[in-house]
């Protein structure tokens, strides 16, 4: 079994290192991280800002149409995918193909909001895109208020990470997917 992992959550909660270790735990995986594809782009790429920005949604949505694209070949050549990106609850549409695949396993990074800033103070110490990242965080946490109930009725795992290790992390994510269905 070649499962699809699909890690959101909001920025600085860890989704790129705890994917990377997720996939590393297999002997033939896939880490994909979406801003990796975005970053791809030579000319033209639009940043993210506080002004809403229509160009900037259209490259995220192309992101994440080429990830699912790319997830989808790779799970048919046998790989096991692990897919990071930052959760937006107005554009969980674009992730349809995976999210309705019958390997694919959803899962939200969601430690309390106080330990996302303290991790990314940590990260970004006195970087410029702190102050960003801070108010990123703000918002996804604004969203997730309403939408963790229902991401959790839709069968999303939803794990709080505020006081697990990467590895704990992994282990929590191996043990509430392969180890379920092995068992079902």
């Known amino acids: ?48 800002g506080t002004v809403k920005n ?15 694209q790319i997830a989808l070949n790779y799970h048919e050549a046998g790989f096991v995918v692990v897919i990071d990106d930052f959760f937006h609850a107005d554009h969980l549409a674009d992730y349809d193909p995976l999210i309705k695949h019958p390997f694919t396993y959803k899962i939200l990074l ?11 103070l940590a990260r970004s110490g006195t970087s410029p ?12 946490y604004d ?10 009725r839709e069968g999303w795992i939803i794990i709080d990470t505020t006081s697990l290790s990467i590895g704990e992390t992994v282990t929590r994510i191996i043990n509430k997917t392969i180890t379920e269905r092995i068992n079902n």
Not at 112 to 117: D, M, R, Y
Request: net charge positive; charged share 20%; with cysteine.
């Open 54 to 68: 229509e160009a900037l949604v259209e490259q995220v949505a192309l992101a994440r149409k080429s990830v699912c």
């Open 110 to 120: 969601h430690p309390g909001q106080k330990i996302a800033h303290e991790r990314n």
């Open 143 to 152: 969203q997730l208020q309403n939408e963790v109930p229902k991401l959790s």
């Open 129 to 140: 895109a702190r102050d960003y990242i801070d108010e990123g965080i703000r918002i996804v």
């Open 1 to 48: 079994m070649n499962p699809i992992f699909l890690i959101l959550g909001a920025p600085a909660v860890g989704k790129s290192t705890t994917s990377r270790a997720l996939a590393a735990h297999f002997s033939k995986s896939i880490h994909i991280p979406v801003d990796n594809i975005r970053d791809m782009v030579v000319s033209g790429i639009e940043l993210p």
